[in-house]
């Protein structure tokens, strides 16, 4: 009976001893089991590099996009709303409205493409109406530096031949005339050239209606730029702006850039006969440019 005992007493001991051995080994396999800790290497310069893979810190090496935008706007002109005006997202009428245009607003022109100018809206691509009634590209710089673009372009067909009823550049709603080739011009067709190349300054194309537009010069303020309007043989007995038959660019120092009769485009004297014919003058600079 003392045997059973002691050798139960054994056994019960041994089971206990095993119990123990195994949960040390559960214990051991536990840990093994635990992930390495993440080792970072700090390289310095703000650059890491985690596990052998380069961070998104890294990949950018730290430095801000540089990228450039996949447009710059004009650096001649402008688009200034004449109305008030919607900004879409898209060339069309059925394109999202993004915001509105205030009348004599103006945005950054990226490019005009058919009848809708291209702009930058809150640092982003839209578009607004080119409708010459809604909208008008407006030159960018000083007054001064715009009147020698006009004078340039001016300048730059002397010679051309006279021809009265000649082509003009754009007609009366201000659209380009496709059958104009400036090969000829008559005086008001050659003021409306200057303007309208040198500075997309919109005038009408007959000296009668060209001299409503703009803001009248006395004749002792004319200055370098200003248009001219004079009467002709053909009109000088007429009344109101009907007297009104000719038509030329101011120099200044008594110049006078005009065209008429043989030779064409030229310069001349502001001489007692054309100033015997004097009407009125224009700035036509300040009136685009309000």
Same mark, same amino acid.
């Given at each position: 009976?003392?045997?059973?005992?002691?050798?139960?007493?054994?056994?019960?001991?041994?089971?206990?001893?095993?119990?123990?051995?195994?949960?040390?080994?559960?214990?051991?396999?536990?840990?093994?089991?635990?992930?390495?800790?993440?080792?970072?290497?700090?390289?310095?310069?703000?650059?890491?590099?985690?596990?052998?893979?380069?961070?998104?810190?890294?990949?950018?090496?730290?430095?801000?996009?540089?990228?450039?935008?996949?447009?710059?706007? &004009?650096?001649?002109?402008?688009?200034?709303?004449?109305?008030?005006?919607?900004?879409?997202?898209?060339?069309?009428?059925?394109?999202?409205?993004?915001?509105?245009?205030?009348? &004599?607003?103006?945005?950054?022109?990226?490019?005009?493409?058919?009848?809708?100018?291209?702009?930058?809206?809150?640092?982003?691509?839209?578009?607004?109406?080119?409708?010459?009634?809604?909208?008008?590209?407006?030159?960018?710089?000083?007054? &001064?530096?715009?009147?020698?673009?006009?004078?340039?372009?001016?300048?730059?067909?002397?010679?051309?031949?006279?021809?009265?009823?000649?082509?003009?550049?754009?007609?009366?709603?201000?659209?380009?005339?496709?059958?104009?080739?400036?090969?000829?011009?008559?005086?008001?067709?050659?003021?409306?050239?200057?303007?309208?190349?040198?500075?997309?300054?919109?005038?009408?194309?007959?000296?009668?209606?060209?001299?409503?537009?703009?803001?009248?010069?006395?004749?002792?303020?004319?200055?370098?730029?200003?248009?001219?309007?004079?009467?002709?043989?053909?009109?000088?007995?007429?009344?109101?702006?009907?007297?009104?038959?000719?038509?030329?660019?101011?120099?200044?120092?008594?110049?006078?850039?005009?065209?008429?009769?043989?030779?064409?485009?030229?310069?001349?004297?502001?001489?007692?006969?054309?100033?015997?014919?004097?009407?009125?003058?224009?700035?036509?600079?300040?009136?685009?440019? &309000?």
């Amino acid at each position: 009976m003392k045997k059973i005992t002691t050798l139960t007493i054994i056994l019960l001991c041994l089971t206990l001893i095993l119990f123990a051995c195994s949960n040390i080994d559960k214990a051991n396999n536990n840990d093994l089991a635990q992930p390495e800790q993440e080792q970072t290497l700090d390289y310095g310069a703000g650059l890491e590099i985690e596990n052998g893979i380069e961070s998104e810190q890294e990949q950018s090496n730290g430095l801000p996009d540089t990228k450039e935008p996949s447009f710059s706007p &004009s650096s001649e002109y402008e688009v200034q709303s004449l109305v008030t005006l919607n900004i879409r997202d898209n060339p069309s009428t059925q394109g999202n409205i993004l915001g509105v245009m205030t009348q &004599s607003q103006t945005l950054p022109l990226i490019e005009t493409l058919d009848s809708w100018h291209k702009v930058l809206y809150n640092d982003s691509m839209a578009y607004v109406s080119a409708n010459a009634s809604y909208s008008r590209l407006k030159p960018l710089g000083s007054q &001064s530096d715009i009147v020698e673009k006009v004078i340039e372009t001016g300048l730059s067909v002397l010679g051309t031949p006279y021809e009265y009823g000649s082509t003009r550049i754009i007609d009366y709603n201000f659209k380009p005339i496709v059958a104009f080739t400036g090969n000829t011009f008559d005086c008001s067709a050659f003021v409306q050239y200057a303007f309208y190349k040198g500075a997309n300054i919109n005038l009408y194309g007959d000296s009668r209606t060209m001299s409503k537009q703009g803001v009248t010069v006395k004749y002792e303020d004319i200055k370098r730029g200003d248009v001219i309007f004079m009467t002709s043989t053909a009109r000088q007995y007429n009344t109101g702006i009907e007297r009104i038959g000719h038509v030329g660019i101011y120099l200044g120092d008594n110049k006078l850039l005009h065209t008429y009769g043989t030779g064409g485009v030229r310069i001349t004297e502001f001489s007692s006969f054309w100033r015997g014919r004097f009407i009125t003058a224009k700035c036509m600079f300040k009136y685009i440019l &309000s």
